[in-house]
DNA sequence: ATTAATGAAATGTTATCACATTATGATTAA
DNA sequence: TTAATCATAATGTGATAACATTTCATTAAT
């Protein structure tokens, strides 16, 4: 064994995971590091690296990483080993498409389900984001902004959508992270605030165009820099 | 074990899977069986039960499961039980609209690659799918038909919808098989035509119609008509 | 008769080992 | 020096058994 696994150990584990099974355990934790961009593209992940670096036998190790990668969070290459998706800007462009795409919809078909109460909820969690903004707490960040998103989006109890949603953040995982790291503050803040005005006015064309603007001037813009900038010094 | 899985030996095995391992195998004829609906709504499946009925051990069966149930094909109970997808009207209309939704936008994105060549096999296709509707042979009528909308939107290289859409077919397979059933041959044929028609003269606007229409009135239309029906019996 | 308790059967989960495939690096031949 | 070859290690796959959970029918108590 290389160690090829790093860090794995010491990386943040979500909470309220005690009672699953280990499979589901060590299935929330890779998820989690991946939703938080814990792990750079292109790293290869093994069956028994895993296994070890999260004290699993390799059973629930193989169990999750199988889960992640026909989630598309995971990569299968055709020699059988499973890496983190690599980027390119075309993939990138196609995935924030599909984002705001597959949001806008989803933000629609969940509008009449939209109660007061459901507003103010989100409010408070885009106040917590202000907080976790200021303090540079990016799990926190990113936590908090896809509890924003898909706490609108659940409304709709008629759930189709929001697997395939997920599956576009978890790919987009690693540049959600760079997106945050560059964020000047109150931008995606804003978008937040945007977005619960229009809730709040029932305004549905303002409500989508909130939305695509968070999703392309956050991740979108910033994501894609960051891939033209890390192409040139190669 | 009560033979819960009844005449699963008897599935049509899909083409062209010999050298797969005994996992991808297993998960291909059960992909197979559910795109083209060959197992009811409902239907509990085993770990156990599907390895016998296929023979092979549990654990290929066991992951093959797994894999459909990450994809949406089928659903993991809080129980822990398998079992195909049940469906009701709400969730149709949702499937069908992100149809709908995902289709029109891979064919959007994918019109820029799209040559002669490509719309010649199209053509191919179709004429097949003419012949497989006079033989009322429902396999190859829904395969061809995945073939023909597939084709298309796998012109665009940067692969990252297809596997959404694969999840949407998935989840409305069993009401595939009823749409076909039920149609009057030339309607679903017909915008087949438009779409191929639309590329040759690369008409994007009556492109996304046909793909519209081809969805909505046939296995949309077919589909609700279906779950409307058998919803009074009861 | 109805409900609760019990225990056996079925099923999902995990651990482990044997096997097949792939990757790696040293060795040899051109 | 380069390319091919082979042995070894690393890794994925498959089979099996022990264990945990759930289901279900039977039995006992009210």
């Keep these: 064994m290389v160690d090829p696994i790093f860090h794995l150990n010491d990386l943040p584990t979500p909470a309220g995971i005690e009672n699953l099974t280990t499979q589901q355990q060590t299935y929330q934790r890779l998820r989690y590091a991946l939703m938080t961009g814990s792990i750079p593209p292109g790293t290869s992940l093994t069956i028994r690296g895993i296994a070890q670096a999260l004290n699993v036998s390799p059973t629930p190790a193989r169990e999750a990483l199988k889960k992640l990668c026909a989630e598309g969070a995971l990569t299968e290459l055709d020699n059988r080993r499973i890496i983190t998706p690599i980027m390119d800007i075309a993939r990138f462009d196609e995935l924030i498409a599909l984002r705001i795409l597959l949001e806008c919809h989803a933000a629609k078909s969940a509008t009449k389900y939209i109660s007061e109460r459901l507003i103010d909820d989100l409010d408070e969690i885009d106040r917590r984001m202000d907080l976790a903004l200021k303090g540079d707490n990016h799990e926190n960040i990113v936590v908090l902004n896809q509890l924003f998103h898909s706490g609108l989006y659940r409304a709709n109890p008629h759930q189709v959508h929001m697997p395939l949603i997920e599956s576009i953040w978890l790919q987009l995982g690693p540049y959600t992270r760079v997106a945050l790291n560059k964020l000047s503050d109150i931008y995606l803040v ?26 392309s001037e956050g991740i979108g813009q910033m994501g894609r820099d960051y891939l033209n900038a890390s192409r040139s010094p190669d």
């Design 190 to 215: 804003d978008r937040h605030k945007q977005i619960i005005k229009a809730l709040r006015n029932r305004n549905s064309a303002a409500l989508l165009n909130a939305i695509e603007k968070d999703i």
